[in-house]
């Protein structure tokens, strides 16, 4: 399979997805990867028998990206953690519709300053919620790929390491296509590993690559110019561009080429 490269749509564009998939394919990529908050919030969002239609119309592939803000799936609350995990189903069914490569979803977390007790609850429900999720992937035929995120001061994260995103997807006995992995290049780097740490770790089951840069104080988001040589080295089907605005995008592709249809813009 030749992997397909594209971009996020980022709840700040302020783009429909038709627009989106023209500006992306104006830029020679051939993918788009749906975060949910964005189908969530944007007043045009359609649904996945359209997103369908319009990646058949645009020649594009498609992965989506269950909630992350203000859900956790690793939540000490059940009630919490249960919608989560409803929230991370619903998005599997989308995707399944739509026709989607893969669905990338975050490990969960809880605050540091938070009793033992309820930390070691939390990891608990972390890897419930990541089981439950991972055998509905199975059941839908879609792939589940759950991510490395950045280290954050205030909250415990269980993938931010290879060794930690290997001891969670280890507990989960699902078949490996479908709990793969989604390595983000940007989230190792500011963690201070190598991603090629996170392949040696994982390699073919490296089924997504989250593409930005960052200068190693904070997820940054940056640009990717060098990305081609990131491209040839992972064995990853889908790789996609998290950037902060559109204009970002064109800087990591190399151009600064924008469709005459429509003027892209972020709105914070």
């Not at 507990?171 to 940007?186: A, C, H, I, R, S």
Request: with cysteine.
């Amino acid at each position: 399979m030749t992997p397909s490269v594209g971009a996020a749509m980022d709840i700040r564009f302020g783009e429909t997805v038709e627009e989106f998939m023209r500006y992306v394919t104006d830029l020679g990529l051939d993918h788009v990867e749906f975060k949910r908050e964005y189908l969530a919030g944007h007043p045009e969002t359609p649904g996945p028998e359209r997103i369908r239609e319009l990646s058949n119309r645009y020649g594009v592939s498609v992965t989506y990206h269950a909630p992350f803000r203000d859900w956790n799936v690793g939540s000490y609350n059940e009630v919490v953690r249960q919608d989560s995990v409803k929230r991370v189903k619903r998005t599997l069914d989308d995707a399944a519709e739509a026709g989607a490569g893969a669905v990338v979803v975050h490990g969960g977390s809880v605050p540091k300053r938070y009793p033992e007790w309820v930390r070691d609850r939390a990891k608990q429900n972390a890897l419930r919620s990541l089981a439950e999720c991972a055998e509905y992937a199975q059941l839908v035929g879609v792939p589940l790929c759950l991510e490395n995120q950045p280290i954050n001061e205030q909250k415990r994260r269980y993938t931010t390491t290879p060794a930690d995103l290997a001891s969670m997807r280890n507990t989960v006995d699902v078949p490996p296509q479908y709990l793969g992995v989604t390595l983000d290049v940007g989230h190792a780097k500011v963690n201070g590993y190598d991603w090629r740490a996170f392949v040696e770790e994982f390699g073919h089951r490296i089924r997504v690559c989250h593409l930005h840069d960052n200068d190693g104080t904070t997820d940054q988001h940056e640009p990717l110019p060098d990305y081609e040589s990131v491209v040839e080295a992972i064995p990853a089907d889908y790789f996609v561009f998290e950037m902060k605005s559109v204009d970002d995008l064109a800087t990591s592709v190399g151009t600064d080429k924008t469709p005459p249809e429509t003027e892209l813009t972020a709105h914070e």
